[in-house]
């Protein structure tokens, strides 16, 4: 047991058992997904007597029992194998400038979807990683998020046939014979 002032010892237990908050994630992801679906109303019916929440029950119930296997294990003495492969040096702390500019450039993203939609809040997205990430090409690296932006958002509308605030004009997808947008005209590449 820790005192108050043994905080030096109960930082190193935590370090060496870092694998228990992989373990409150899936707790807490399997608690949720069982409670949304036990929230959720409707049963099976005569031809499907299991229902669609059969799926989300087994989902919840398996993570809830890989967490409670991860924890023992943890608990155990059991740590997880850095692979052999990687060219890492796991005694160096992380970057918390480059991990703190990609999560804002994650949330600024959701922040533009519903006022600037996809293609302005995918190029931020696009080109706001590969600045965090060390690319200092900043005029080169808009118009490619741009570019790949715009392609998605273009091949994901057509594909739909739906078309919300800012979608590309149906002339930028094929039709067919009755006129329903089917394909979104690519290069041969994509």
Known sequence: MTTIGD??????????HSELGVSVLLAL???LVLGDTLAEGGG?????????????????????????LLTVDVLRGGRGEAEGGEDVDLEVPMDLRTVGMLA???????AL???????????VLFAGATYALGSRAVLRDLGIAAGVSER???????????????APSWSACRNDRAGTPRTPVMPSGW
């Open 29 to 31: 992801t399997g608690l």
């Open 44 to 68: 099976g019916t005569a031809s499907d007597p299991l229902g669609p929440r059969t799926v989300a029950f087994v989902l919840g119930a398996a993570l809830l029992v890989l967490a409670a």
């Open 113 to 123: 979807i519903p006022l600037a939609g996809w293609p302005i809040a995918g190029t």
């Open 7 to 16: 905080t030096g010892t109960a930082r190193s237990w935590w370090k060496e």
């Open 104 to 110: 804002g450039v994650i949330v600024a993203t959701a």
């Open 152 to 166: 998605v958002w273009k091949w994901w509308v057509c594909r739909d046939g739906r078309h919300g605030w800012g």
